[in-house]
């Protein structure tokens, strides 16, 4: 299994995972012909799909959490921003109920390294995002060795972060061009908008609503709303800080194509001690798989390969070579671990 862009699909691909849009199914898995849908797929917003051909065979992700739970979650926290929006009853139980899955499932899980890429539809694009960088920011909260009662806190804070998006217009959130000094100052007032939505509230611990305010803070105090600094920032928002700007590089935005999981990865080294608190980001890039299961790549002696499984190296995992140093398509695969082969690695 692969994911491609749907400018991408092909006549022989099949499709590997079923394709939802809001809560209902449009096209089945093991659809065939899919090539045959792309404007209609484009046209809801769905910029990317699982397929199944040759080259993806017996490939499977290394994701933390199932479909399954993901939708779960989603749907939950949908629940939760629409009903807190309209001031309507919010059931937190059942919020924390899906936290305490996603914490489940990450204690237990077993891979080294994971995918943390999650496909999203453009319009659905808000609580997609939130569950992801619940998950992003529980897993490293496993690795600051955070015991349950504090993941759950903060996945709470994780998972309702961006709830004060709810009161900027659409049309600024969806804007294709870049944003006017007037708009931007718009989108700034949404961590504070958000943090008052839970003011007052007894359901919600003090502390998993800092997200909510901090996760636009920058350690260097170039952020917002307060441009705090360092520490000034709550633990909980630099951790958030981390995922939710991989989650969003990640996605497909009204504004931009997604980027690769590498290219973000790179960014957030890059700004590990200005941006990102530095120990914080170590510990996101101890498990983060930089190039997922599934993913083409292009190695250095010009060949091309589909990644197949990860090693203990992130950045040297094993492939199959599936197009020669001439661009020929092989006729037999060739799969090769790069954390074994020196010559060999990924450009
Ligand atoms: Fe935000």
Not at 45 to 60: A, C, L, N, P, W
Not at 196 to 213: N, T, W, Y
Not at 225 to 242: M, N, S
Request: with cysteine; hydrophobic share 35%; proline share 3%.
């Amino acid at each position: 299994m692969r994911k491609v862009r749907i400018e991408k699909l092909t006549k022989n691909m099949v499709l590997a995972k079923p394709i939802m849009h809001k809560g209902q199914v449009l096209l089945r898995e093991g659809c065939q012909r899919i090539d045959k849908y792309k404007e209609r797929l484009e046209e809801y917003g769905i910029m990317q799909v699982y397929i199944e051909d040759e080259i993806s065979k017996d490939i499977e992700e290394n994701k933390v959490i199932s479909e399954e739970l993901q939708n779960k979650c989603k749907e939950d926290i949908k629940e939760v921003i629409e009903n807190i929006t309209q001031d309507k009853v919010v059931d937190m139980a059942k919020l924390k109920a899906g936290i305490g899955s996603i914490i489940d499932r990450v204690l237990t899980n077993n891979n080294a390294l994971v995918n943390l890429f999650s496909l999203k539809v453009v319009d659905e694009y808000i609580f997609q995002h939130s569950v992801n960088v619940a998950v992003i920011s529980i897993m490293i909260g496993k690795e600051l060795n955070y015991k349950k009662k504090r993941l759950i806190k903060l996945g709470l804070g994780a998972i309702l972060h961006d709830v004060g998006k709810l009161v900027i217009p659409e049309e600024i959130l969806k804007k294709p061009s870049s944003l006017t000094d007037e708009e931007y100052k718009i989108i700034k007032t949404h961590p504070g908008e958000g943090y008052k939505q839970f003011e007052g509230r007894f359901d919600i611990s003090p502390v998993a609503r800092i997200p909510i305010l901090h996760h636009h803070e920058k350690v260097d105090g170039s952020g917002y709303p307060e441009g705090l600094k360092g520490k000034e920032i709550h633990e909980f928002g630099r951790v958030v800080a981390i995922a939710e700007v991989f989650d969003a590089l990640t996605s497909d935005r009204y504004y931009r194509k997604a980027w690769s999981v590498k290219k973000a990865v790179d960014l957030i080294k890059e700004e590990a001690g200005k941006e990102f608190d530095e120990k914080i980001v170590e510990k996101f890039l101890s498990f983060i798989s930089v190039y997922p299961n599934g993913e083409i790549v292009k190695l250095n002696d010009g060949s091309q390969a589909i990644i197949v499984e990860q090693t203990k190296d992130a950045y040297r995992p094993k492939v199959r070579i599936f197009k020669g140093e001439d661009g020929k398509e092989l006729n037999n695969f060739k799969e090769v671990d790069l954390s074994l082969e020196n010559s060999l690695e990924i450009v």
